[in-house]
DNA sequence: GTGTAACTTGAACGGCAGTTCAGTTTTTCG
DNA sequence: CGAAAAACTGAACTGCCGTTCAAGTTACAC
């Protein structure tokens, strides 16, 4: 009796990987079974086997996709080799691009909002990422705040969640093409609150 | 013949709220005709006379929620009688409770994100509701301006841009019951920031 | 009134897609 | 090697639900 097969967990990462894919291409309440057993090369019964229902698969779906999102993006503490300026700057222009990888993961953020929304199960998932990121943040900040790059009485997580907030409240507006909230001015306008709060050069953090 | 007959105006609004309480009820994808038909006191038929395939029915129904909202918030211009300062207190106390009547709202704006993400044709709907709560609230900082309650030298749509990213930006965390950004926490934040920036005192702003 | 157009309905069709199941292949381990 | 468990499949079942249609009802115009 093996205790876990070890082409399990493979065939199991296999399928919500495809089902991550469709999630975000279609959108979650397109995706139908029999497109994610395909794509995993897969049968719709092998997929039942590891998912009993539909919505447990969905939902697996999201949280291995924010785990792994959080385990690669903030997995380790932020690259203050060169500069927290320049550090900060990339942070910004990583979230903010939204043409490429990054279309994804805003898409997939949206998703996992709304269906946060409506199932308590899910609140946790992007809590926990929030929190990551927010840490993540705060040691960029206070990295700079010590080496006297920022202000030396800045509030590191005060800094984050105003960080967080800004990219996610200019994000989705460039997201649904808000002819007055295009990419260059939510960067702008991100990098310009934050170099205030600062005390550093907005063009420094606008890249 | 009637031109527009006036009853049939009446049953399309009404199939039209029953289709926007259960999109906010029950998420836009479990929405299912025949519920929204019983819900409007009409047969599955009728919606389909109305609306000719369920995609279209649920695609108006947004859009008709939220010209509404937008109508009934921003119709007319911010209410300054009293101050310019408690104007602001009250949008903000508007915006961000999560309880009540704004909860709902809340969800249709972020299942509205979502959807107008995947569907071009909705994103014009989104973005003219920003719109709109920009000029109002430019509108609320300009009149505070001109009546020396705020900074003289203030941008009023830049605030503006800034109030409504800071409003999404932590009202999404709210939201999600994220534990290191409830309602308050939220409030503060957003009227710590704009009170900074508009020369006033943070108190006076949070309600 | 009476005809016409709009409004409304009950009932059935049709198909998609989640789920089940009985059976086959593969893997694991003593 | 051999047996048992796990991995996997094809195919059918089933129920839901969007959609259609032909017929009934109401309202308005002349």
Redesign the interface.
Known sequence: MAAVAPAAEITRARILEAACDLIAAD???EVRIARVATRAGASTALVHHYFSTREELLEQALIHSFERAGEDRFGEPPDVEQSATSGLSQAIADCLPLAGPQERE??LW??L??R???D?GL?PV??RL??RY?KWIAALIRAGAEAGEFRSDVDPE?IA??A???????G??A???????DVQ?ARA?VAE?LAVELGVDAAALRG
């Open positions: 959108g979650i309440d805003w898409v949206v998703e909002w709304l946060a929304v409506r308590p609140r992007a809590a929030y929190e927010r005060a969640d105003l967080m907030a800004l990219l996610d409240g200019t989705i507006r997201m649904l093409e808000d002819p007055a909230m001015v306008l609150r």
